[in-house]
Each structure stands twice: as C-alpha cells, then as structure tokens.
C-alpha cells in the first residue's frame, strides 16, 4: 500500500471520532437517566454568571462568557453548564425553566433547557458522525484502493 501513513492516520482520525460519539451517546443517556431520577422543580432565570476567559501560551485572547442562574420555588440557585454570550444569557433572564436538584453537583443542580442540558451532546454526536461520514471514511476508501 503505497499511502500507508495516510490511511493509518485517517484510521486513526476515525477511532477518535468514533470515541466521541460514543461518549456524547453516553451523555445523553445520562441526562435521561437524571430526568428519571433527580426531583424537578419549577425555577425562574433570575441573573447571569460572568466567566474570564484570558489568554493562553502568548496569544492576546481575553473574553467573557456568561451562563444563567435559576432560582427555584424553594429558594435552591442553580448555576447553568453551557456559556453562552451576554446578550443570549440576557434573553433568558425571566423565563421559567425546570431544573433538577442535584444536592451532589457543583451548580446544585441543572437547568433542564434545550440549550443548557441537551444542546453539546446532540452536537457533539452529529458533528462526529457527519464529520466521519463526509471526510474520514471517504478518505480511508481512497487510500486503501491505492
């Protein structure tokens, strides 16, 4: 096989991907599994949590990203999992959410939205997928008739 390298580096390329589909499949089995077993309650997006993020290895890089903060009915704040923007964590102060207690997580808990509960996994799974299906294996086909 003339492109030996190639077709182990895409093959490779592909176990990793593959990895992380895998872990992304397992993630939102988790979170089915948490919807089934944490108690629910009804919160409502009360403020925004500010995180820096600054330069690494001489980069100029200094951003801020924000995530909600939802107050339940009995009184628990519940930080979100995902940064979002200023404006798109503004849109959300006000609205009403579920979230999940979890007394063993950091954030307390977690907001049980699309966005801050779902989003990263399903991504995480598709983008892999489509990403192996259109680029990698493609390129493992040609190599190996080679």
Partial sequence: MKYK???IIACSISVALLLSTIFGTYKIIY???LISTL???KARIISCKSKHYSSHAGNSFNEIKYTPIASSRSGKKIYGNVFLSYDSCKNTVGMEV???IDDSSPNGGYINS???FWLANIALVIGT???NLVFVIPVIIVVKKM
Avoid: I, R
């Fill in 114 to 116: 699309f966005t801050q």
């Fill in 129 to 131: 997928l489509l990403f």
């Fill in 5 to 7: 390298s190639a077709y």
């Fill in 31 to 33: 979170n089915s599994w």
């Fill in 98 to 100: 579920t979230v999940l």
């Fill in 39 to 41: 108690e629910n309650e």
